[in-house]
């Protein structure tokens, strides 16, 4: 016989007996190649040792790892082998790559399959006096009539205008611009008695969604509110004609840490993304500072998924593909990495019912009624005040306590219920505690000396809620 690598030829007149012999050597030998080969998957394998053995040669006898069988058994002891080590290494594989999680949570591409048509991208544009801006966004479908949950601050920017203190004569000292004016009034034939450039809040011109399963169509897309110390918007499409597929929303309160999380959105315009990661840690407490001036604290959720410029306002999804969390990449600093938060879903959805229903978040927090800015010795000399510290009144809302206790633009806030005051977040400190309808005295310098006023803090049933800081 001669041999090479691919196949065996018999040459005719060799004995039988060699014949036997070889024959069993040849069986020997293609078990071999058909374990290195991977057993020829199973039943294929199987069936291509028991064709090479003889009829002398019992098939039970070809492979020592084959289960022991009965002698009137007429099924073939490998292929039942072969086929339970397939199912085996098939499951190992399964699980390797997580494409039949055992606890009936989705794979990564199921989520992304099952949410990504509730995400849509947000374009807001903005025009102000140094011209026209744009922002991008996520946007999270909440029902199928066209309500979307977004940031507020991926439909908001941040201005500076400058505010006129008109009709304020006698609560500053003088000032030798224009008989008392500033020197804003004195070179532009104003009248007043000064003013300084604030931090506020403008809400974009117009804003543009588009579907992630039409990415090639913009929607119109009004404003129904914003809130900024919450960081949440809602928006409204007209949704007619078109298919819309809300979001499943979870429950928050239910996470743990080390529980899978996916985020799906339009980070640095790059087109719909999503990354994958955990949930790092809950309960995490930020002190965030506002567009407006001041900061606000907020409870967040901890995550290591990639939260990029862009994904602000998109879904965070647990593994169940559910909404737990909006993104926000405002709370995300670029110093560190794998450290993303999400407002969690839980906290969020009666702020975003108050936003629909309202167009504002309920105001559950005492206010005293103002803007105010910072004052230090250089605004000091500039309006000839008669201190270097404390918060100068800019604006009093109407309606509210510090309207009914006489204070007026102009006052200058330099201590509340005894303790000194330097700042508007000093101010805010002070309500701390107190609740709506308390009562709290402010000291205030004039330019005729010192008065203490006792103002009833207002919320909710009193008034609409208004921005209470703003700064230089």
Known sequence: MYENNYNYVEVPGEGKDKKKDNKVGRTVAMLLAVAIVGGASGFGGAYLQNSIASDD???????SDNAQQTSDSTESPAVTSSSSSSDTSGNVVNTLLNTSPSDGTLTTKQIVEKVSPSVVGVHSSFTTSSGTSTGTGTGIILSDDGYII????????????????NNN??????????????????FFGGSGI??????????????KIVLSTDEDTEY?????????????????????DLDLIPAEFGDSNQLTMGDKAVAIGYPLGLGL????????????????????????????????AAINPGNSGGPLINGNGQVIG??????????????GFAIPISDAMPLISDLMNKGYVTNTTPQIGITGSDINSAIMRYYNL????????VSVSEGSGAEAAGISAGDVIVAADGKDITSMDELTAAKKGKAIGDTMVLTLARADGNVDVTLTLTGEDDQKPEAEVSSN
Do not use: C, W
């Open 169 to 186: 004569s006698g609560r500053y000292g003088s000032n030798p611009f224009s008989g008392g004016g500033d020197i804003f009034d004195y």
């Open 326 to 339: 909006i993104t926000s990449s405002k709370l995300v600093d670029s110093s560190v990495e794998g450290l």
């Open 57 to 63: 040669q019992p098939a039970a006898s070809a492979s």
């Open 273 to 304: 993304s999503t990354s994958e990661g955990i949930v790092s840690g809950l309960n995490r407490t930020l002190n965030v500072e506002l567009s407006s001036g001041g900061s606000a604290s907020m409870t967040l959720i901890q995550t290591d």
């Open 220 to 240: 119109d897309a009004e404003i129904v509110g914003a809130d900024e110390n919450s960081d949440l918007a809602v928006l409204k499409i007209n949704a007619e």
């Open 386 to 393: 008669p201190v270097d510290k404390g918060v100068m009144v």
């Open 194 to 207: 000064g003013g300084s450039y604030q931090k506020k809040l403008k809400q974009a011109d117009t804003v």
């Open 150 to 165: 977004t940031n507020a601050h991926v439909v908001q920017t941040e201005v500076s205008e400058y505010v006129s203190n």
